[in-house]
C-alpha cells in the first residue's frame, strides 16, 4: 500500500533558522507530490506540488521542496523562518501519478517558531 | 479563502444519531472529496465524486454515504453515530477528476457525546 512518513512530528526553530521538514513516500509508482499547511482552525492551504518535470519546486510564502527519486524524497525547506509560519505541515502524495485521485497524506510536522 | 464553502461549522450531537455535512465546492470544480482528520487516524480519505458520480471510494464506514447533486454541492451523510466518529471533517474540490490540486474547504468539526 501507499504511504508518506514524515520523519518527526514536531519541529522547533528560532526566527530566521532554516526549515526543514522531512517526507518519505513508498510508491512503485511515481506519484505526484503535495505540500499543504494547516493553520489553527482553519482548513488545509496548498504550499507546492510536483506533478513532472524540474525537481525543484517552489511555493507560497518562499517555501520550496526537491523532489528525490532516488532517495524517494519529497522534503520541504525555506532558508528563513518566519513566526508566521508555526502551523502545521503536512505531505501528501496521488498514488499512480496522474491516474491517482485521493490524496494520501503523512500524519503531519508541526513546526514551532522562537523569537 | 479557497472558494470552498462547509456548514455547519460545529456540531455537537449524541451516540446513535444521525446528522449531515454539506459542502459547496469552487465555482467551476466537477470534483468533491470528504476527507476526515482524527487525532489517531490522521487525514484519511474517504469518498470522491465527480460531476455527479461516485469516482473513488475510500476508507469510508458503511454507517456513511455521501452524494453529490445536479448543483454540485455535496453532503456527507453519518449514522448511527459513535464517540469515534468525533473528527474534523474536510470537503476538498478540484476541476477535474484526477490527480490535480485540491482545494479545502474550512472543515466541520463533529463531536459525539
Known amino acids: 500500500a501507499q504511504s508518506v512518513t514524515q520523519l518527526g512530528s514536531h519541529v522547533s526553530v528560532s526566527e530566521g533558522a532554516l526549515v526543514l521538514l522531512r517526507c518519505n513516500y513508498s510508491?512503485?509508482?511515481?506519484?505526484?507530490l503535495f505540500w499543504y499547511v494547516q493553520y489553527p482552525n482553519q482548513g488545509l492551504q496548498l504550499l507546492l506540488k510536483?506533478?513532472?518535470?524540474?525537481?525543484l519546486v517552489k511555493g507560497i510564502n518562499g517555501f520550496e521542496a526537491e523532489f528525490k527519486k532516488s532517495e524517494t524524497s519529497f522534503h520541504l525547506t525555506k532558508p528563513s523562518a518566519h513566526m508566521s509560519d508555526a502551523a502545521e505541515y503536512f505531505c501528501?502524495?496521488?498514488?499512480?501519478?496522474?491516474?491517482?485521485?485521493?490524496?494520501?497524506f503523512g500524519k503531519g510536522t508541526t513546526l514551532s517558531v522562537s523569537s | 479563502d479557497s472558494g470552498v464553502t462547509q456548514t455547519p461549522k460545529h456540531l455537537i450531537t449524541a451516540t446513535g444519531q444521525r446528522v449531515t455535512l454539506r459542502c459547496s465546492p469552487r465555482?467551476?470544480?466537477?470534483?468533491v472529496y470528504w476527507y476526515q482528520q482524527s487525532l489517531d487516524q490522521g487525514l484519511q480519505f474517504l469518498i470522491q465524486y465527480y460531476n455527479g458520480e461516485e469516482r473513488a471510494k475510500g476508507n469510508i464506514l458503511e454507517r456513511f454515504s455521501a452524494q453529490q447533486f445536479p448543483d454540485l454541492h455535496s453532503e456527507l451523510n453519518l449514522s448511527s453515530l459513535e464517540l469515534g466518529d468525533s473528527a474534523l471533517y474536510f470537503c476538498a474540490s478540484s476541476v477535474g477528476v484526477a490527480a490535480e490540486t485540491q482545494y479545502f474547504g474550512p472543515g466541520t468539526r463533529l463531536l459525539v457525546l
Open positions: 501528501a502524495v496521488t498514488p499512480l501519478g496522474g491516474a491517482g485521485t485521493a490524496l494520501i
Open positions: 510508491s512503485s509508482v511515481p506519484p505526484y
Open positions: 465555482s467551476g470544480d466537477l470534483s
Open positions: 510536483y506533478t513532472t518535470g524540474a525537481t
